[in-house]
Nanobody, 118 residues
Framework: QVQLVESGGGLVQPGGSLRLSCAASSRILNIYATGWFRQAPGKQRELVATITSVGSTNYADSVKGRFTISRDTSKNTVYLQMNSLKPEDTAIYYC????????????WGQGTQVTVSS
């Protein structure tokens, strides 16, 4: 069983930055793909960014150029650096890890709230 714990969420003004962290309970980053999803109130959960076991990345069009996904395999941790934040980025952000690059199956974290507001 893999456990994922997110941290780093909070309240930030438009244009600001946050870095989310996702710590895994075991050494899975060299085996599993990991990624970030988000769910805003009243909306479906959507994929934000993914990173494969070999380090290839993919982003939703809405965050390209603003968000960066990265990982530190020595710390079993995946990060999401979010810059130039907009109010529409407000959501609960979830980490997921799984054996497929599209993360169609896998383990979820509990989520961390990100609120972008002045």
């Amino acid at each position: 069983q893999v456990q994922l714990v997110e941290s780093g969420g909070g309240l930030v003004q438009p244009g600001g930055s946050l870095r989310l962290s996702c710590a895994a309970s075991s050494r899975i980053l060299n085996i599993y793909a990991t990624g970030w999803f988000r769910q805003a109130p009243g909306k479906q959960r959507e994929l934000v960014a993914t990173i494969t076991s070999v380090g290839s990345t993919n982003y939703a069009d809405s965050v390209k150029g603003r968000f960066t996904i990265s990982r530190d395999t020595s710390k079993n941790t995946v990060y999401l650096q979010m810059n130039s934040l907009k109010p529409e980025d407000t959501a609960i952000y979830y980490c997921k890890a799984g054996p497929y690059s599209d993360l169609r199956d896998g383990y979820w974290g509990q989520g961390t709230q990100v609120t972008v507001s002045s």
